[in-house]
């Protein structure tokens, strides 16, 4: 039996014990800088640190009432900290707190994102070698093109995932920033040092320019690039639905023992794993259009990405996790048939070294116009007919006959020609 996505740590990120915890390690942080620089008791930023705590169903009573979340969260762990709970949040505006805490947040779900992208690159890495020489057809518009090899395949899929993990790296130093500049962000009510020093203590840096809020196109981009690694993985997911075809058969999904595929037929084999993995990257991709929609708020700020920013951004963060879970666990358990990859690559009679045959008939000083015209026919008489025989046709012609010697043109069928490059793109890779 497969193992499924049983990660919990991505969730335990983004549940409201979490999200508190953030704000009172960002609460403490600017505490902290405040009595390094002189401004409040050192004293009694030690009785805050071993006094606050706070209880997310009272924080949701006070909630109830005030209907003002950071004004809740302040009262509760004020009620656990007493008199030096007067030096909390001094000179800071709630989104001070908010934004500062979900970086953090954020900081934290891209390392285990980039967990899941090397995990998923090993994987891949092992497979293309496996099937470095496993051929196949290679596919442009579904049709049949000229001969590959899965392992060759698998290499583009893990190029791609390489790209991710690097826009992943770029995009860790983008969100890791931090806003400790009081309302409007003018640090009118605060010294900039103060958000230097908890930023520092956070492992953030702070905004160059904020405005009440740390700008949108930050968390934008988050999205986008999450959106970007989702719609790798349906690519992905796509071409494993493709051939899983009945008719194809390549590859396929691991199927468990006493797995059933379909309530009324018995036989059915279905690549439900990859068509869920593509209404994920669905969902990713609004998420992104939305959050582009948050960058554009009034003024200084308002609350209009707030809401949007609460269901999509643990969403996605969750969702691609387990999105990069499951297409590891497919790839690293994909059912491969070489034989039937064999079986297609030579069908119609090795129609896929239609190219070959043309490039032989120009070496030998024909045009190319006439030299397509003949293999064409050839290929056009063999195409799509169950005795259909590319090679015995084009074998037959006069001219090919008095132009390229049958040892020649057997070598023009022979798919380790297409093969001999390879090596390099492997190189590239390092594998």
């Known amino acids: 039996m497969i193992e499924r996505y049983t990660h919990p740590a991505m969730g335990a990120l983004w549940t409201e014990e979490a999200k508190y915890q953030a704000w009172l390690q960002v609460e403490i942080a600017v505490c902290e800088a405040q009595a390094e620089l002189g401004y409040i008791p050192a004293e009694a930023v030690a009785e805050i640190r071993a006094k606050a705590q706070f209880s997310p169903q009272r924080i949701q009573e006070i909630e109830t009432e005030v209907r003002h979340d950071v004004i809740a969260f302040l009262t509760n762990v004020n009620e656990h900290v007493g008199p030096p709970g007067r030096f909390i949040h001094l000179g800071l505006t709630s989104s ?12 934290h779900s891209l ?3 980039q967990s899941q992208i090397e995990t998923l690159s090993q994987t891949l890495r092992y497979q293309a070698q496996q099937h470095r020489h496993t051929l196949m057809a290679g596919r442009t518009h579904g049709i049949h093109a000229e001969p590959i090899t899965f392992g060759f395949k698998l290499a583009g899929w893990l190029a791609e995932v390489l790209r991710h993990r690097d826009r992943l790296m770029v995009l860790a130093k983008r969100i890791a920033v931090g806003k400790i500049s009081g309302a409007v962000g003018t640090y009118a009510h605060l010294d ?4 230097a020093i908890a930023c520092q203590r956070l492992g953030l840096v702070p905004d160059c ?3 009440q809020v740390i700008s949108r196109d930050r968390h934008a981009e988050f999205t986008q690039v999450l959106a970007l690694v989702g719609a790798s993985i349906e690519r992905f997911a796509v071409e494993i639905r493709n051939l899983q075809r009945t008719d194809v058969l390549e590859v396929e999904e691991y199927f468990a023992q006493g ?3 379909s309530s009324a037929m018995p036989h059915k084999r279905n690549p439900i794993r990859s068509e869920r993995l593509t209404g994920m990257a669905r969902m990713l991709r609004g998420y992104a259009s939305t959050m582009i929609e948050n960058v554009a708020l009034w003024h200084e700020r308002d609350i209009s990405h707030s809401a949007a920013e609460r269901v999509m951004l643990p969403d ?3 969702l691609l996790h387990f999105m990069l879970a499951e297409i590891n666990d497919l790839v690293q358990h994909l059912l491969i048939h070489p034989e039937n990859m064999t079986r297609n690559l030579f069908c119609y009679g090795g129609v896929v070294f239609s190219q070959q045959v043309l ?3 120009v070496e030998k000083g024909l045009s190319r116009e006439e030299s397509y015209a003949i293999v064409q026919s050839a290929a056009m008489a063999a195409w799509n007919r169950a005795d259909g025989d590319f090679r015995a046709q084009i074998s037959q012609h006069p001219t090919v006959q008095s ?3 049958a040892e020649e043109l057997a070598q023009c069928f022979d798919a380790q020609r297409h093969l001999k490059n390879l090596d390099a793109i492997y190189q590239r890779l390092g594998i």
């Open 96 to 107: 001070d707190v908010l934004d500062t805490a979900l970086a953090l947040q954020l900081v």
């Open 359 to 361: 490039l032989a008939l």
């Open 192 to 195: 900039p040092r103060v958000e």
């Open 111 to 113: 390392q285990l994102l």
């Open 209 to 211: 320019a904020s405005t």
């Open 316 to 318: 996605a963060c969750i």
């Open 259 to 261: 797995q059933k595929g």
């Open 403 to 405: 132009l390229i010697p």
